[in-house]
């Protein structure tokens, strides 16, 4: 009886050791978190550091103006979403060319202003002529030689659509066609007082020799001065929005080079998907809503970017701090943000989700920018007016110190280049290759071989940091140099400007900075007025890297902030100049672009500085982010797509427990805002056994058994034999 109970203690005790341990081996559980907006209804924008100038798309001409113009217009055609070298018809249903000078676009039927004003012919004439009368900005830049003439211009003061003046003396035989001014104020009273049913608006408006012809209802025919073949690219952008006649007309109406302050203050509607809601004070606030009278509703024939938009509410904040760009978007309150290259991993280690959520899935690079970057060398004044001057920075410069600026893990996030067209363009590689060029380098002793060619032909010398003098000793020391640049300034730029110091005063050239408001660089249009050296930008209107980049640099007839802010004057560049942008053939352009090219890589009117990325940071849960270079990114394509995280959890215990974790994403497959919570996340927790865990357990209850019966059988063998308590 002793043996029975000892043994039957010995089996209690192994069973209490074996099946716990088999049995809790390994155990798992799940938490899933979904992260959302805090309102399904509201998207709101702190990624823009500085509000519109303007809410008038005839004057704003701001890059922030983007994203909100393009919510609010529509254009004949816009570009094609992401690809900006190709653009789809919006308000034109078609449109057809056969030399490059002549447009005729047929006009979508069913196309609405939300007061119920509808858009026809007339609406695209009265559009085109109102901005360019009104003489601001986007206007002037963008239609000159083109749909007006710059000698007129000039001469006068006026900016005329080409033929009109005709068109007014042919219908009312006014002399305008000898007083610009009387043409002028004649046009204003037209489109101040707008009636496209009235006999004598008509026939001006049909006359066939002008900038835009009204041909039909539904037909209109815009003539360029020259062919171009990029005239769609310049028109897919917000000076090219067809507006409501009606509107401006009840709201001051249109007058000669003079803005709309009513509509630059408070808006107005277009025939785009979202609709102003309200203007914060010093435009810092903007809130849009869903166009509730939106044309395109339900329409299915029209291109994605005219799509209606997904979300009602659409919440701007321009002009937000640094701390709070990145505290809105860490918690969860903003769905886009920005902050500068240097603050990157800041408002990633501050995301309440980093333990869930990648960088790179947030951190949205859209790759290089259409732009260039520059310090600028005034070619007119000394000494940069010196070529083996501008020769010596060019080479002077550590371009590895300045790439090294914008790294980020182990990522570049910038890429050198020859300006002045910006590597985002094919054609850029294409001349690259022609002439065999490649971007200037970081050559000390070729640096020094230059300054001292410049020395003695400047007769000036300066002094190494090893007291080596180089140049014409007979000469004058050279003085400190000013290199101007925009304020405010960012950590980033001051990085860049410094490197660029250093970088000068190793070969003997000293250097300061000035930084000044953007109202004194309206002053650098002489080349006695402007500095010699400038730390700039330049971006391009529209996406034409001769007209808008290469002579917009180098041609001496935009001289000064208008863009050749090097004063680059060259006799061989002006004579090509005059048609190159205009020529229909394409590979006899390439060519003459390799050409000039060539003379700019010797004259080095401006050294090149990193074009960095572009990015923002958006939360995961957004989707349909389509950005445009020309116009920033599109809001009536954004949706929300709940961003689910499971995390799975395994336990196991032995004689020391360790735990592992592993993290899957899963999102929704809808196209369309599918949550209605308010709240921030959800989590659910599950848990169960891992296959593993129930081998481990069946494998236990079997050994159980199997001691159980070993166990029995022993004892009846006992028994048999006689022992004690049987």
Do not use: C
Not at 4 to 9: D, T, V
Not at 69 to 98: D, K
Not at 399 to 417: G, H, P, S
């Amino acid at each position: 009886m002793s043996s029975l109970k000892g043994l039957a203690f010995l089996l209690v005790i192994l069973t209490s050791m074996i099946i716990p341990s088999l049995f809790f081996l390994q155990t798992s559980a799940q938490t899933s978190l979904t992260i959302s907006p805090s309102n399904s209804s509201i998207l709101v924008d702190v990624s823009q550091v500085a509000p519109p100038d303007a809410l008038d798309p005839a004057t704003g001409f701001y890059v922030q103006d983007g994203p909100l113009y393009q919510a609010i217009f529509q254009e004949l055609v816009e570009y094609n979403g992401s690809n900006y070298l190709q653009v789809v018809p919006v308000i034109a249903q078609n449109w057809s060319t056969t030399n490059y000078e002549n447009w005729t676009f047929y006009i979508r039927h069913g196309v609405y202003f939300p007061d119920g004003v509808q858009v026809n012919a007339s609406t695209v004439w009265f559009s085109f002529y109102r901005i360019i009368l009104m003489g601001q900005g986007p206007g002037v830049a963008n239609y000159i030689e083109l749909l007006f003439n710059s000698t007129q211009y000039g001469q006068t003061g006026y900016a005329l659509p080409w033929g009109v003046a005709a068109a007014i003396q042919n219908v009312t035989g006014l002399p305008t066609t000898k007083n610009a001014t009387l043409a002028a104020k004649v046009l204003a009273s037209i489109l101040s007082h707008f009636n496209a049913a009235n006999t004598t608006i008509q026939k001006i408006m049909e006359y066939p020799y002008q900038a835009v012809v009204v041909e039909g209802p539904y037909k209109v025919k815009i003539s360029t001065l020259e062919p171009y073949r990029y005239f769609l690219l310049d028109i897919a952008s917000w000076w090219g929005a067809i507006v409501n006649p009606v509107f401006i007309d009840e709201h001051g109406g249109v007058q000669p080079n003079t803005p709309n302050s009513y509509i630059n203050d408070n808006g107005m509607e277009g025939t785009g998907p979202y609709v102003i809601k309200s203007v914060g004070p010093s435009l810092s606030e903007i809130v849009l809503v869903k166009n509730p009278n939106y044309w395109a509703n339900n329409l299915s024939n029209i291109p994605v970017v005219a799509q209606p938009g997904h979300i009602p509410v659409i919440d701007i904040k321009y002009g937000l701090s640094h701390n709070a760009r990145v505290e809105d978007f860490a918690t969860n309150q903003a769905q886009i943000s920005y902050v500068s290259l240097p603050f990157l991993q800041q408002i990633y280690s501050a995301y309440q989700y980093n333990k869930y959520v990648s960088f790179n899935q947030i951190f949205v690079n859209l790759g290089y920018e259409a732009a260039v970057f520059y310090i600028a060398m005034n070619t007119q004044i000394f000494p940069t007016n010196i070529t083996a001057f501008r020769q010596a920075i060019v080479h002077a410069i550590n371009y590895t110190a300045e790439l090294d600026v914008f790294k980020f893990q182990n990522q570049t996030l910038a890429i050198e280049y020859l300006g002045p067209i910006s590597p985002v363009f094919p054609l850029y590689n294409e001349v690259m290759q022609l002439d065999k060029l490649h971007p200037y380098t970081y050559n000390l002793s070729l640096a020094l071989h230059y300054l001292n060619e410049a020395g003695y032909e400047g007769h000036f010398y300066v002094v190494l940091p090893n007291g080596t003098t180089i140049g014409d000793t007979n000469g004058k020391q050279l003085g400190t140099l000013t290199i101007y640049a925009l304020a405010p300034v960012n950590e980033l730029e001051q990085e860049q400007l410094t490197i660029v110091q250093d970088s000068l005063q190793k070969i003997g050239i000293s250097t300061s900075i000035q930084y000044v408001l953007p109202s004194v660089t309206d002053n650098w249009i002489t080349p006695n007025g402007t500095p010699a050296l400038i730390d700039l930008g330049w971006f391009p209107d529209w996406p034409d890297p001769i007209f808008q980049e290469l002579m917009a640099q180098t041609d001496v007839l935009y001289g000064g902030i208008s863009g050749d802010l090097a004063w680059v004057n060259i006799s061989t560049l002006q004579q090509i100049y005059e048609n190159l942008p205009f020529l229909t053939n394409q590979t006899q352009q390439t060519l003459e672009v390799a050409k000039v090219y060539q003379i700019l890589y010797q004259e080095a009117p401006y050294a090149w500085l990193p074009n960095p990325v572009v990015y923002y940071f958006v939360q995961p849960y957004v989707k349909g982010f389509v950005y445009n270079p020309f116009i920033g990114y599109y809001y009536n394509l954004m949706y929300y797509q709940p961003y689910t995280v499971t995390i799975s959890t395994s336990t196991s215990i032995t004689s020391s427990t360790t735990t592992t974790s592993s993290l899957t994403t899963t999102t929704t497959t809808s196209t369309v805002t599918t949550t209605t919570t308010s709240s921030l996340t959800t989590t659910t927790t599950t848990t169960s056994s891992s296959p593993s865990t129930l081998i481990y357990a069946t494998i236990g209850i079997v050994v159980v058994i199997v001691i159980i019966v070993v166990a029995i059988v022993l004892l009846r063998g006992r028994g048999r034999g006689g022992g004690p308590g049987f």
